[in-house]
């Protein structure tokens, strides 16, 4: 049985790293993919600039890349897990084509589907995603598993003048779920309050 | 009546940007297709419109969606085969109540070459009603703008998904042996 180099790696809180993720919020547009990154970002707090998915597995990154594009103005970050991103594999593609300054793809790897009982997922053996995403065209590719890396990756999620991606290394727990409202006509519409166009 | 000019310089997939445009479109997602090379090309060379290129067509279900949320309106081109790769993703507008409109162009329904086009093909319409997208069809290219236009309308001002469905006949049979 082989392991995918770089699994001796620390790993870290899901939590607390979605915690340095939105330390500073400062109009950070997000989008969570389904299942546990969406209940770690109500843990940190619920905000009108959060739009949550409860569905659409695969769908995260491309939702992000529609924002980002429709509003230059703003910084977006994608939040959401291995077994979401590798459902939708392609979208690293589309991304590394279109490349906008203003996204960011963060992915929580913890190599499992927590939601379904924590059976492997394609990271835990044989799939790197930071490899991936370089394949892609996405230039700015960050391997984080140190709380401290992982704060200044946040401080350039504000910065950045190109399409960053990160995989984020986290520890295969199910911390307490904090489920926001899963009603996503009030999900869009508040968002779409917050950013003035609705 | 239209003045024979007129006539003689619109053509159907023209009309389809015109309306496209009409209606605001910024965004446009796309899987290649033959019938939908020079709407591609049109939309493309438009400062106006970002054009998305695809790797499936379902990525471009999440991409109106998020464009919806940044306050632009999105538009998807596609192929009969690609719709049937966007069904579950078509519960994230259904969900939420995304605008999106799909044009698509039909494969597999009228003098097809290849068989492995009919299975999805003769499918397409069903597929997109199963997902409660509200489907039209131009069969003839008198009715391109003025169904593009009507779908366009009732999926920006209702929240709703709408489709054309670009018949093969329109559009003409592909040519396999050139």
Known sequence: ?198 | MRSEGATAAADWRDEIFAALKAADIRQVGYVPDAGHARLIELCRADPDIRTVSLTTEEEGIALAAGAWLGGQRCALLMQSSGVGNCINMLSLPKACRFPLTMLVTMRGEWAEFNPWQVAMGSKTQAALELMDVLVYRAEQADDVAETVTAALDIAFNGSLVTAVLLAQRLIGAKQWVK
């Not at chain 1, 939708?88 to 793809?105: F, H, K, M, S, Y």
């Open chain 1, 1 to 198: 049985m082989s392991t995918r180099p770089g699994d001796n790696h620390p790993r870290m809180d899901r939590r607390a790293a979605m915690h340095t993720l939105l330390a500073k919020r400062d109009g950070l547009l997000l989008v969570t993919g389904l299942g546990s990154t969406t209940y770690d970002a109500a843990a940190v707090g619920d905000n009108d600039a959060n739009f949550y998915l409860w569905g659409a597995m695969g769908g995260a990154a491309m939702i992000g890349l529609g924002l980002a594009l429709a509003r230059p103005d703003r910084r977006v970050l994608v939040v959401t897990g291995d077994g979401d991103m590798l459902m939708g594999l392609g979208a690293l593609a589309t991304i590394g084509v279109q490349r906008p300054p203003n996204l960011t793809i963060a992915v929580f790897d913890n190599g499992r589907y927590a939601e379904t009982g924590m059976q492997a997922s394609h990271t835990d053996t044989a799939v790197e995603l930071t490899g991936v995403a370089r394949s892609c065209g996405i230039e700015a590719v960050f391997d984080l598993y140190h709380e401290a890396a992982l704060a200044e990756f946040a401080g350039l999620v504000h910065s950045a003048h190109e399409t960053l991606f990160a995989r984020v290394a986290i520890r295969a727990d199910e911390p307490p779920r904090v489920l926001p409202t899963r009603d996503g006509v009030f999900l869009k519409t508040r968002f779409r309050h917050a950013l003035g166009v609705e």
